[in-house]
């Protein structure tokens, strides 16, 4: 039974950083991509950051430079910093993985098959 487990969300000011954790268990996480995804209040669920086997990232243009995605594969942990936080990010925030073995970073949520239950980031201003 393949398990995700965020944490690391919380309240912080405009300009704080936070550092989330998706803690992985039931499948060979070293295998497969992760992913990061946000939905706020009121919209869609959006793509974050995304991270393959090997460490290779895909980030949404908007969030280039703020936030950085990595993985610890002998923790099976993949983390999401987030730096310079801005009202707008505040979200729910899930981390995901990927359906298929030794793929690429992917952006569409449709290529996830195992997701978190969220944790809540809110960025007062």
């Known amino acids: 039974q393949v398990q995700l487990v965020e944490s690391g969300g919380g309240l912080v000011q405009a ?3 936070l550092r989330l954790s998706c803690a992985a268990s039931g499948r060979t996480f070293s295998r497969y991509a992760m992913g990061w995804f946000r939905q706020a209040p009121g919209k869609e669920r959006e793509f ?5 086997w090997i460490g290779k990232t895909r980030y949404a243009d908007s969030l280039k430079g703020r936030f950085t995605i990595s993985r610890d594969n ?13 009202p707008e990010d505040t979200a729910v925030y899930y981390c995901a993985s990927t359906r298929e073995q030794y793929s690429g970073p992917r ?3 449709g290529a996830y098959d195992y997701w978190g239950q969220g944790t809540r980031v809110t960025v007062s201003s």
Do not use: F
């Open 74 to 86: 002998g923790k099976n942990t993949v983390y999401l910093q987030m730096n310079s936080l801005k």
């Open 15 to 17: 300009g704080g950083s």
């Open 48 to 52: 974050v950051a995304s991270i393959n």
């Open 107 to 109: 952006v569409e949520d």
